[in-house]
Every structure is written in structure tokens, then in C-alpha cells.
């Protein structure tokens, strides 16, 4: 059963404006995620409120990675001044580029535990939180490494075991037919 037609206007009730801002907005925010994940599109969504500050986002490949696509997209046009604007594009892709590049050195350095003393509590309790996650992952790929080798290790050792036995089983019964062989000799030569 189907809705019936809703009349697209302003939402005077301010409380319920703000409902229908929420919900419609995450709404918007799933069928962006769905959109990218379905067709791997490239998708960037930010949805500003009127009652706050805070944006609502959403990009599958990274807000500054797709507005610097759109950039060089839009700049690309067929005018005069193309050459202008690609240039531009390409400087504003440069300097985007070389502010991603000090914030991951930074990122790097606060993982190795340097220059710590600009973050604050909430950034370091999300710094340590990272880094138990990667130290987690690095003892669970440790573990499963160790548990690989000494089960080669444990494989090989059966293989060498029965190689043993069965050289030992050769060997005894190469000394026993000899044994045999030189009492058979023996006889030979006394008749």
C-alpha cells in the first residue's frame, strides 16, 4: 500500500522541521553509502542545517580528493581561459596535496610517539585507542604466523620421525641379512 502524495513546502513548525531535517538527512546519508557501494561511485554529500553549526557529511573516496576532482573537472571547460583555470586546478590540487601530505607526517609522528605535546586529551585517548588497534593487529597476525610455522615445523618433524623408522627398519634388516649372508658364506666355504 502506497503513501499518498505529499505537498513539498516549508515545514512551519519549527520542531517538526527539525524531525524531518534529521530524518530525511540521514535518509540522504544512506542512499549516498548505498549509491557508492553499489555502483563505486565516487560520492561527496554535505548538507549544511540552519539550526547547526555542524555539517553533515558523507564522500566514499575523501571530501578533498572529490572536490579536487570536481575542481579539475569543472576547470577543464572549453573557454579562453582554460589554460588559467587547469593551471589554478592544478595549484589548488598541488597545495591540497601538500597539506595532506604535513597532516599524515604528522599523523606519523604522533603514532611514533613524537611531538605529542600539541594534541589534547580527547585527540591523545584517540591516538592510544588507534594504537592498540594496530598493536592488536599485529599480535593477531604474529599469532597466526606462529601457529603456521610450528605446525610446518610439527609436519616436517612427523615426516622426519617416519623417514627414521623406516631407515632403522632398513638398517636392522640389512645388518640381520647380512649376518645371514656371512653364516651362508661361511658354510659355503667349509663344504
Not at 150 to 179: A, F, H, V, W, Y
Request: aromatic share 4%; net charge positive; proline share 2%.
Amino acid at each position: 500500500m502506497g503513501r499518498g502524495k505529499v505537498e513539498v513546502k516549508r515545514i512551519e513548525n519549527a520542531t517538526k522541521r527539525e524531525e524531518t531535517f534529521s530524518r530525511r538527512t540521514n535518509g540522504l546519508l544512506k542512499k549516498a553509502f548505498e549509491l557508492s557501494l553499489l555502483c563505486d561511485a565516487e560520492v561527496a554529500l554535505l548538507i549544511f542545517s540552519p539550526s547547526s553549526p555542524k555539517p553533515h557529511l558523507f564522500s566514499s573516496h575523501g571530501m578533498d580528493r572529490t572536490m579536487i576532482r570536481y575542481r579539475r573537472e569543472k576547470g577543464s571547460g572549453t573557454t579562453n581561459n582554460s589554460g588559467i583555470r587547469t593551471f589554478e586546478v592544478w595549484k589548488d590540487e598541488m597545495e591540497e596535496m601538500k597539506r595532506m601530505l604535513e597532516a599524515l607526517e604528522t599523523k606519523h609522528k604522533h603514532f611514533a610517539g613524537d611531538d605529542l605535546s600539541t594534541l589534547g586529551m580527547k585527540d591523545l585517548q584517540k591516538l592510544e585507542r588507534q594504537l592498540r588497534i594496530g598493536v592488536d593487529r599485529v599480535r593477531s597476525k604474529k599469532r597466526r604466523l606462529l601457529s603456521e610455522h610450528i605446525s610446518l615445523l610439527k609436519r616436517n618433524l612427523k615426516s622426519m620421525q617416519e623417514k627414521n623408522t623406516l631407515l632403522n627398519k632398513k638398517l636392522k634388516d640389512g645388518i640381520d641379512g647380512n649376518s645371514s649372508l656371512d653364516h651362508d658364506i661361511q658354510r659355503n666355504q667349509r663344504s
